[in-house]
């Protein structure tokens, strides 16, 4: 069977028996093929087939007796070309991807195989085939300039720095001398040029009328025009020539989600032949990403713009609520002030009620204030901790101890609970706890009539490192609902509003305490139903405190006495004069002799020409500001009065305050509306007497 078989297998060899047949079909095939072939013999072309002449543009009889490596590559390519034919003649089959010339000296990419032929195992010739793959690496191109297209959105900083990288990316594949990217603005009919590249013309900003540009949005179509074309539109009316005459111009619509935003244009002043239908054929393929990318960029710089206007408007929030800060306060200062100086001169039992009104009316605006400015202050800068030896147990009775009144004043009970196994010290900011405190103590006593407040302590976890603390604020109070045990930690939301009305608040204070217990890692929740009042718990990781002494928190000094500051001299440095007379009449009330200074600029004279103990200074003033003077002050004579402690008055909040106050010399900052304890104690604090 197999033998049978074997019979009927056609076998080129056996049909084809005579050499002329064979010769035959190989003439075709040589005259046929689609690629250029030639052959040669001792260096000297022999034969071409006409795909070589068509491909390289030389005739058969220019061609014959010539060496190839001088005929089509150019003269820096000969040491490439060279070797391919010397690795040829020693009889090695090469393949090889190349540029050669075409007659008229345009590059054609080429492959090339190039072969030695044999006879009796001797090279007689060399057998060469060369096809063209212009096509392919154009392709190839064009599919790497969009890439690089669409990787260079990511890299630009800018359009502007894209849309050079676009003329550079284009440029590996089409003449860009003449290039221009028109943005069209719908409003107003106008043509912008972002990237505008000529020989001739430059324009910025004009009228998209009668444009060739204009011509091809309105169109909505990409467009080749020869020099003839364009005088045939404007014989038409539908454009007059702005600029310089092109000889072709071609231009390709740029367009997001539909809508045409722009034009991509080339053109050539001098060469007619110098843009073909292909090439506007790869301009309309590449404008797509282009466009795209232009989209996305541009998107990109405006959200930059409005993240830039948005930072801006909250610099601007931070001053004017800074500056407003100041303003409420210094006649805050005086309101809170004057009723206590009134309530401290022994009034008629029925003023009692009014100036106790009075001074509860000016605390609770400032508690207000402050909320208002703490969370401004939260929510613009990044909060600093402190990290010192607290003793978290004195923190919470310190803090009760301030609302034992008000509980009181309520018929509340306000209790210390479970406090066990807490550490003496732990590592943490003792402002920022009395803070939370503060906020949830005063919370449970406003919402709560006799009833009880209690205030638990606890060692939740420890670790090597670690001591978290859990604070619980437990009242019997009207409780929260269910559906609002979250919001009320967001900021501006109080449970009802009938709620404002009845117990104030600026539905702040939850917001800042979980600000505070996150930004120290911590956590904080409330358990409540309406009725049976809340438990608000928030625990803290603190560090672990070594105990020592030396690193324990500073205790102020603190005042001595009733009498340690009687017989001291101060000068008060402030322009507002009812702010003079507060700090003026809380010192004379502690025996102290007091001068006044309205300015700057005299108060110098009077440090000079009397002995002061210390300066009360407020920074703001006319004139020279505080800052000015207590630099005057610490350098004149010689550094005479370096050691005089001048104590920095103000009601900013802002964290630059504190750096100019620590840069001229400022031994203390007293922040404005003071209670009295606080200006006894940061005077005890900084005068030396030999008591
Ligand atoms: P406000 O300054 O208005 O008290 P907060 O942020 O401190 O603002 O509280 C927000 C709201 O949460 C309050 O208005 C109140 O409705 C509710 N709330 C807070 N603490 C308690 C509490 N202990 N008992 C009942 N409701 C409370």
């Known amino acids: 069977m197999t033998t049978k078989r074997d019979h009927n297998v056609l076998r080129p060899r056996q049909i084809i028996t005579e050499a002329g047949q064979e010769k035959a079909y190989m003439e075709q095939l040589f005259h046929e093929a689609p690629e250029a072939m030639v052959q040669i013999i001792n260096e000297k072309i022999i034969r071409v087939n006409p795909e070589f002449t068509r491909l390289f543009g030389y005739t058969e009889e220019e061609v014959l007796g010539k060496e190839i490596d001088k005929l089509l590559p150019s003269k820096d390519q000969l040491t490439e070309a060279n070797n391919i034919s010397k690795k040829i003649n020693e009889g090695e089959t090469v393949h090889a991807e190349s540029i050669r010339f075409h007659k008229n000296g345009r590059p054609i990419n080429v492959s090339i195989l190039g072969t030695p032929v044999k006879m009796n ?7 060469g085939i060369y096809r063209d793959i212009t096509d392919r690496k154009k392709a190839e191109k064009i599919q790497h300039l969009i890439n690089n297209i669409s990787t260079s959105v990511l890299t630009s900083k800018s359009l502007d720095e894209f849309l050079v990288i676009v003329k550079q990316e284009l440029d590996t594949i089409l003449d860009t001398t003449n290039l221009f990217i028109a943005f069209y603005n719908i409003e ?6 972002p990237f505008f590249a000529d020989e001739k013309d430059r324009f910025e900003k004009i009228s998209a009328d009668k444009t060739i540009t204009g011509y091809v949005i309105k169109t909505e179509q990409s467009v080749l025009l020869k020099l003839k074309d364009i005088e045939e539109l404007e014989k038409q009316g539908e454009i007059e020539l702005i600029g310089s005459a092109s000889k072709v111009w071609l231009g390709v619509p740029l367009q997001s989600k539909g809508e045409i935003f722009g034009v991509i244009s080339l053109q050539s002043y001098d060469d007619e032949t110098a843009f073909t239908k292909e090439d506007l054929d790869i301009l309309v393929f590449v404008s797509n990403q282009i466009s795209l990318a232009i989209t996305k960029i541009q998107a990109e710089e405006s959200l930059k713009i409005a993240k830039f206007k948005a930072e801006e408007a909250a610099i601007a929030k931070q001053q004017f609520l800074s500056s407003m800060s100041h303003e409420i306060r210094t006649p805050l200062n005086a309101v809170i002030g004057m009723s206590q100086l009134l309530l401290d001169i022994k009034p008629r039992p029925d003023q009692i009620e009014y100036l106790s009104a009075l001074k509860y009316s000016g605390e609770t605006l400032l508690s207000l204030i402050n909320d208002i400015l703490d969370f401004n202050k939260l929510e613009s800068e990044k909060l600093v901790l402190e990290e010192l030896d607290i003793n978290p147990l004195l923190i919470v009775k310190k803090t009760m101890n301030i ?27 003792k402002v920022r ?8 103590i005063g919370n449970a006593i406003k919402f709560t009539e006799f009833g009880t407040i209690t205030v638990n302590v606890e060692l939740e976890s420890e670790n090597s490192d670690q001591q978290v603390l859990k604070f619980e604020i437990e009242d019997t109070g009207i409780g929260i609902s269910k559906d609002n045990k979250e919001m009320i930690f967001e900021s501006f939301t109080q449970e009802r509003s009938d709620i404002t009305r009845l117990f104030g608040g600026s539905g702040l204070g939850l917001a800042i305490c979980k600000k505070l217990v996150e930004a120290q890692n911590g956590r904080i929740w409330v358990e409540s139903s309406p009725g049976f009042g809340s438990i608000f718990s928030f625990t803290i990781p603190f560090g672990k405190s070594d105990h020592k002494p030396e690193k324990a928190e500073k205790s102020k000094p603190g005042p001595k006495t009733k009498t340690y500051l009687k017989g001291l001299k101060i000068l008060v440095v402030e322009d507002n004069k009812l702010n003079r007379v507060v700090a003026k009449k809380f010192l004379e009330n502690w025996g102290v002799s007091v001068d006044e200074a309205e300015n700057g600029v005299l108060c110098a004279d009077m440090v000079r020409k009397n002995s002061y103990d210390l300066v009360l200074m407020d920074l703001q003033m006319p004139v020279m500001d505080g800052y000015e003077a207590t630099k005057k002050i610490k350098n004149m004579d010689n550094g005479k009065f370096k050691e005089l402690p001048v104590i920095a008055l103000t009601a900013s909040i802002l964290i630059e305050v504190k750096e100019k106050i620590e840069n001229a010399g400022l031994d203390d900052i007293l922040i404005k509306p003071f209670e009295a304890l606080d200006l006894y104690e940061i005077i005890s604090k900084h005068v030396k007497k030999d008591q």
């Open 433 to 440: 706890l009395s803070q939370i405190l503060t906020n949830l």
């Open 188 to 193: 107003d009919h106008s043509l912008s040029f």
């Open 121 to 127: 195992g001797k090279i007689i010739g060399v057998f």
């Open 403 to 429: 609302f034992l009144a008000k509980a009181k004043e309520k018929d509340n009970v306000l209790e210390l609970g479970r406090a066990e196994n807490i550490p003496e010290f732990v590592l943490g900011d």
